[in-house]
């Protein structure tokens, strides 16, 4: 990313592709602030896809094809559809492939909130998590789901983020959720726990012709009034900083203690 100035340095990604319109309205809200922003997101759907990376190393490489982002403001910002998903866009990106690596990766605005525990399953959050696990910060910003949806409102709150995460320790990640609202409809922002699931929920079908049907319906359960996806619901936007990988210390010795125990019981037994 080629920088003059004193605005940071923002590799804007997503997990929808590079025609979604949460997309560019994050980027222009983050270059509106005066940030050096390059855009580099799938060129398909990679909703889902966590952290994953998928194949790579072959001798085919990856399709990276220069793009232009029409309106909001966006003719001088450098776009990129990258045959991958989000999580490989950000280790190349950290890697200096569309310039110099940046100072923090955005992901988002995904269309449908990533909450609750289901965010392992995001790929606008899993971008955020791999920037921290190559040492950078990440904000990831999800909106509602409607058939309007108020882009504007989860970017100006994005625009409101960035900051804060660009000037907190290395490896800081945090998943931004908004409802769904015109930005003056908003009841307020909040700190958030993780919920024990999202605004739906997964559920099998029947089996027709081999072929298993697998299908989303909305969360019928009671939440406690401070978690994410209840207080998404109710009109607010939850905040919820994330860590990546840790190694559970407090049980690792256990642990370690019983897979030496076992396989001294096998060898023992062989």
């Known amino acids: 990313m080629s920088v003059t100035g004193t605005g940071l340095r923002v590799l804007v990604t997503n997990d929808d592709g590079i025609a979604a ?16 922003v390059v855009v580099a997101a799938p060129a398909t759907d990679h909703s889902g896809a966590s952290s994953a990376i998928g194949p790579m190393g072959g001798p085919d490489g990856v399709e990276v094809t220069a793009v232009e982002l029409d309106g909001l403001g966006l003719s001088d910002v450098p776009a ?39 965010t392992l399953h995001s790929g606008t959050v899993g971008a955020a998590l791999t920037a ?10 999800s909106i509602g789901a409607g058939p309007l949806i108020h882009y504007e409102t989860a970017a ?6 960035v900051g804060w995460v660009a000037a907190s320790p290395p ?18 922002v909040r700190p958030a726990r993780l919920a024990p699931f999202g605004t739906v929920r997964t559920t099998l079908g029947e089996t027709v012709d081999g072929r298993l049907q697998v299908e989303l319906r909305e969360t019928e359960e009671a ?44 060898r023992a037994a062989s």
């Open 132 to 141: 921290a696990n190559m040492g950078l910060s990440g904000l990831a910003v």
């Open 171 to 188: 490896k800081t990640v945090l998943n931004v959720n908004v409802p769904n609202v015109p930005l003056a409809e908003v009841r307020g």
């Open 80 to 118: 990129f559809a990258v045959d991958a998903p989000p999580a490989l866009i950000v280790i190349i990106g950290r890697l200096g492939a569309f310039g110099d690596p940046p100072d923090v990766v955005v992901s988002g605005i995904n269309p449908g909130p990533n909450t609750g525990r289901s």
């Open 156 to 161: 100006a709150i994005a625009a409101g983020a």
């Open 21 to 36: 319109p949460g997309l560019a309205a994050l980027a222009a809200a983050v270059a509106g602030l005066g940030h050096h």
């Open 223 to 266: 939440l406690d009034a401070d978690t994410d996806t209840a207080l998404v619901v109710a009109g607010y936007v939850a905040v919820t900083p994330l860590l990546g990988i840790r190694a559970a210390v407090d049980v690792e010795l256990e642990a370690a203690a019983a897979v030496e125990g076992a396989l001294g019981l096998s």
